[in-house]
């Protein structure tokens, strides 16, 4: 019903709205740069409504809605950049991913490396999910990979930890002085649902890469930006104050929501 109020619909026109965002270019955040300015305490505050309204609402642990096959219309829709060209991505490309690892760093108390043969052979977990980009699409696929959880207690989370920071090969923007990586965040309470999976496969076909291959994140109940591709590290931390503009994540310093919960 059009006149109906969903609880999707009034998350994301909070974040919208109040945080007062257009679908527009980058260049329509300038005014975000000055951490204690107008503008970005207003952003501030936004953040903080979106993220304690999504945990009223939902609570912590209930599931996005996963879907039957018979729901899944088309291929996944790539999206933002969709062929990585640093030398490091490329290189593992070549070997078809070969000598790739995932890394485990920052706060904890056992560092860890697995490689994609190790991701492929753990206990593994398949859902149809709908992905929601922040442009306004949508595309219902199935996401097979490993629980990112189990992977966290391998590497001992240290008490103090708070967020995981997502470190890519993507160099989702390149300029004169060099490439900027993409990265972006989640708090614990994420990357520990049950549904927040280290995705190696799409559709019952081995990820490709304009979808993010090796490895991409799917955290389900969070937009597009928050699904990071081209996974090389996660890195354990108690605050995002050093990384970027201090907001968590590539879209997100350029004023996007940082929880980007829906």
């Known amino acids: ?38 503008g970005r305490q207003i952003m501030e505050r936004a953040n903080v409504l979106t993220y304690q309204a999504q945990r009223a609402l939902i609570g912590s642990q209930s599931l996005a809605r996963e879907f039957s096959a018979s729901e899944i219309r088309q291929g996944q829709r790539p999206n933002g950049s969709t062929d990585p060209s640093t030398p490091e991505y490329l290189a593992l490309k070549a070997q078809d991913f070969a000598g790739y690892t995932l890394k485990i760093t920052g706060m904890v108390d056992r560092p860890q490396a697995f490689t994609l043969d190790q991701l492929r052979n753990m206990p593994a977990r398949s859902q149809i999910t709908r992905h929601d980009c922040v442009e306004g699409w949508s595309c219902i696929a199935k996401w097979t990979g490993t629980p990112l959880g189990p992977i966290l207690d391998m590497a001992g989370v240290k008490p103090g930890a708070r967020y995981c920071v997502y470190h890519c090969f993507d160099n989702i923007q390149r300029t004169l002085s060099g490439d900027i990586l993409y990265y972006t965040s989640s708090d614990l309470i994420d990357a520990y649902h049950p549904q927040s999976i280290l995705s190696y496969g799409l559709n019952h076909q081995v990820l490709p890469v304009s979808n993010g291959a090796p490895i991409r994140l799917r955290i389900e109940r969070a937009l597009g930006y928050k699904q990071p591709k081209y996974l090389h590290t996660i890195e354990l931390v108690d605050s995002l104050d050093s990384f970027g503009k201090g907001r968590g994540g590539y879209w997100e310093d350029a004023g996007y929501d940082w929880y980007g919960g829906i």
Request: charge should be positive; include cysteine.
């Open 1 to 38: 019903m059009s006149g109906l109020i969903t609880r999707r619909n009034f998350l994301r026109s909070s974040v919208l709205a109040g945080s007062g965002l257009v679908l527009a270019g980058c260049d329509q955040f300038d005014f975000l740069a000055d951490k204690s300015g107008p």
